[in-house]
């Protein structure tokens, strides 16, 4: 009894705390979230600046043991309505027919070029060892990379991409979507994965960038090389472009490309395999960033659960002051509201699923599943780690 009393003395300050905190919320939605939305409205009316210039460019795609998705996708990369370009496949020593794929498809392509990284290297990532030779292979100066199980989803990717190279531009981050499956599970990873994508985009446009998402992403090679590759993170399985970006971008080198026919997609056997893998990878190499975004982002998730934890504790005590629990209550559901229709919006810009009426349980969710991810991460540290090898 005691304890109800003094929620309900303390009734009037949790209703301006809980204010304060949708407020919180309210604008990471208008000044950073909503960035990539107002960056496509832009594009589409011309108001946003690109080069007419059209320098040649290197397609560098990972390939490990991809032979049926190379089949299915490689011929997107070579179709690209571009002057010049070239497409190298790097084999990380695949042991089934990537090889024949690969050899078939250059008999049809005098653009295509393939190379092995033989099953030698133990001590060391054997991913970012590929991408590195790729890179040194790579004949032009702008080096775009993917991976086997990924496909443009037009003809004009590269177009798109090369666009944005001005003088002052060294990167250049695209977007990424898994495939639209059914299940409320796949869903829910449609929704982790566009949330993710948006904070990685808002928060580049808004204050610089933090990281790049290799699957879709292209930047000067002589940047590479100046920072000496991934030497810096090679003891490390995970992490490769997202680090190397992390390193080098500033507020003024990089921009994004968010024109539909620039968007990848990513195929997997399985869409929650190939998320639980990108969550895994989050977890550990977020250690690397910079402390700033992790603690921007961090503030967001604590500032969304302290919003409901506030609403509850109002709402047990709502007998005694009706108009305080019904402006609560009033001020939760204008919370979904919002959330339902920016994610929706988003969905449908975004080129992946609408989230209406699921978004507002999915945000509450998504949090707890990277906690799930850090937790795991940290009592299996050392397979993170390529000594072990």
Not at 97 to 122: M, P, Q
Not at 293 to 304: A, C, H, N, V, W
Request: charged letters at 20%; glycine letters at 6%; aromatic letters at 14%.
């Amino acid at each position: 009894m005691g304890s109800i009393q003094s929620l309900i003395s303390l009734q009037p300050v949790l209703f301006l705390i809980l204010i304060l905190v949708f407020l919180i919320q309210l604008s990471y939605y208008l000044f950073f979230y909503r960035r990539p939305l107002a960056q496509i409205n832009k594009e589409k009316k011309g108001k946003v600046s690109f080069s007419d210039s059209e320098p040649g460019i290197s397609v560098i795609i990972y390939a490990n043991n991809d032979s049926e998705q190379l089949n299915k996708h490689l011929g997107a990369f070579l179709d690209q309505d571009y002057p010049k370009f070239e497409v190298i496949v790097v084999n990380d020593g695949s042991t089934d027919e990537t090889e024949d794929v690969l050899s078939i498809y250059e008999g049809k392509y005098d653009n295509l070029y393939h190379t092995f990284l033989a099953d030698g290297a133990r001590n060391l990532s054997r991913r970012k060892l590929s991408l590195t030779l790729g890179i040194k292979a790579a004949k032009y100066d702008i080096v775009a990379l993917s991976n086997a199980n990924c496909s443009p989803q037009s003809n004009q990717w590269l177009r798109l991409i090369a666009r944005n190279f001005t003088e002052k531009t060294d990167i250049v981050l695209g977007y990424t979507s898994f495939e639209k499956r059914k299940g409320i599970g796949e869903r829910f990873v449609a929704f982790d994965l566009l949330l993710r994508s948006i904070r990685i985009f808002g928060y580049t446009i808004a204050v610089k960038p933090f990281i790049g998402e290799g699957t879709n992403l292209a930047y000067r090679k002589v940047r590479f090389f100046e920072k000496k590759g991934f030497s810096k993170f090679m003891h490390l399985q995970m992490g490769d472009d997202d680090l190397f970006i992390n390193q080098i971008a500033t507020e003024s080198n990089t921009r994004v490309e968010l024109s539909e026919g620039a968007f990848m997609n990513a195929s997997f056997d399985s869409n929650k395999a190939g998320w639980r893998q990108l969550k895994r990878n989050g977890a550990f190499t977020s250690q690397f960033y910079n402390s700033a975004s992790k603690l921007f982002f961090g503030f967001e998730s604590t500032t969304r659960y302290l919003f409901y934890i506030i609403a509850v504790l109002i709402l047990l005590a709502g007998t005694s002051n009706i108009a305080l629990a019904s402006a609560t209550a009033a001020l939760v559901v204008i919370r979904c509201l919002l959330l339902s229709l920016f994610w929706f919006i988003t969905g449908k810009k975004m080129n992946t699923r609408r989230f209406f009426f699921t978004a507002p349980i999915f945000d509450l969710f998504t949090p707890i599943s990277n906690l799930f991810f850090k937790i795991e991460n940290f009592f299996n540290k050392k397979r993170n780690y390529t000594w072990r090898l």
